[in-house]
């Protein structure tokens, strides 16, 4: 089983992370690994596989999460993974979305580790490739220490290969998910004693993790670092990961060979029916809390629009943006 570096991962974030984000974040760090989106096993059983699944090679290293309460979908959906060629299967046991409630998935499964260790197994009977877990501490009135061990004892056992724990409980009663993303207060030291509770199994810490500098503070107690919310509002911070974090001495790429190397891929893109509304995503928030900001989102906008009919794309977007046009 081939295994791969989870020093530093992307989040899987609903309504982000789709191949094309992806392919963007891959541009700015070869050494990052990637998750998709999560997508539960009935989508991917009766849905448009390709549709779901599809991914350009350049995003390898990349994880699929899935979400799920049945032991046998779950599994089925796994080997639909695997045969995509994806590096990783995760399971989603951390989401406290009610959606993702009323399927009887997501954080509402930490209550159930004896399910939970079942559809592990069961789809480790499946697949040669590794089987994850991205969790929370607990849920609700959950004892962190005592109930969280138990918990992650039943995914070890089972033989989950890695566990990424997002360091605050989820709450599924009583505030919102959005709230839930900042409350309760972030409890990193319970991540690193898992971590010294099951050494020999590689824990990856998340939540509310902004800087290298706590990106290394963490990887003296974990194994890797996963990071959400922070790539989506400044995506840029990778252009120093694969130096800072990884030790790969080869010179960073250029900010504006990226933006050429994705304009070509937008091109591509459209020509085959991609909505120019998800290909500008990824891009919009590369200049946030820089100078002129607005006025890289109003090109965007614009090119969106065929306000602009650019001959050559996104890249004529850049060049008037670098000469003031839409300031």
């Not at 994806?86 to 989603?92: A, F, K, Q, S, T």
């Not at 290298?212 to 400044?234: A, E, F, Q």
Request: charged residues 25%.
């Amino acid at each position: 089983m081939k295994r791969y570096d989870h020093k530093l991962c992307i989040a899987p974030m609903m309504d982000y992370t789709d191949t094309h984000f992806r392919y963007f974040l891959r541009l700015l760090s070869q050494d990052i690994f990637l998750y998709t989106e999560m997508i539960s096993a009935d989508a991917l059983i009766h849905g448009h596989r390709n549709m779901l699944l599809k991914f350009d090679s350049s995003e390898h290293p990349i994880g699929l999460q899935i979400g799920g309460s049945s032991i046998q979908k779950m599994a089925d959906a796994a080997a639909i993974g695997q045969d995509y060629g994806y590096d990783e299967i995760n399971l989603n046991i951390g989401c406290p979305s009610p959606r993702v409630q009323k399927g009887n998935f997501g954080a509402s499964l930490m209550a159930d580790s004896q399910l939970v260790s079942k559809i592990i197994s069961n789809i480790k009977t499946k697949i040669q490739i590794p089987v994850t877990v991205k969790c929370r501490l607990g849920i609700d009135d959950q004892d962190i220490e005592k109930d969280l061990k138990t918990f992650i004892k039943s995914c070890i056992d089972a033989g989950a290969d890695l566990l990424i724990i997002h360091a605050r409980k989820a709450w599924l009663n009583g505030i919102s998910a959005k709230d839930n993303r900042v409350l309760p207060e972030i409890n990193y030291q319970a991540v690193y004693d898992i971590k010294n509770y099951a050494k020999e199994t590689e824990i990856i810490i998340n939540g509310e993790i902004n800087s290298y500098s706590d990106i290394k503070n963490h990887l003296k107690y974990v194994d890797g670092v996963m990071l959400g919310r922070k790539i989506i509002i400044n995506p840029l911070f990778l252009l120093d990961a694969d130096t800072n974090i990884f030790g790969n001495k080869k010179q960073s790429i250029k900010l504006e060979d990226i933006i050429e190397i994705y304009s070509q891929y937008a091109d591509e893109q459209i020509k085959n029916g991609v909505s120019k509304t998800r290909i500008i995503k990824p891009l919009m928030s590369i200049f946030n809390n820089k100078p002129h900001a607005k006025s890289w989102r109003r090109g965007l906008d614009n090119y969106r629009n065929n306000e602009l009919s650019p001959v050559n794309g996104l890249r004529s977007v850049h060049e008037d943006f670098l000469q003031g046009v839409y300031i």
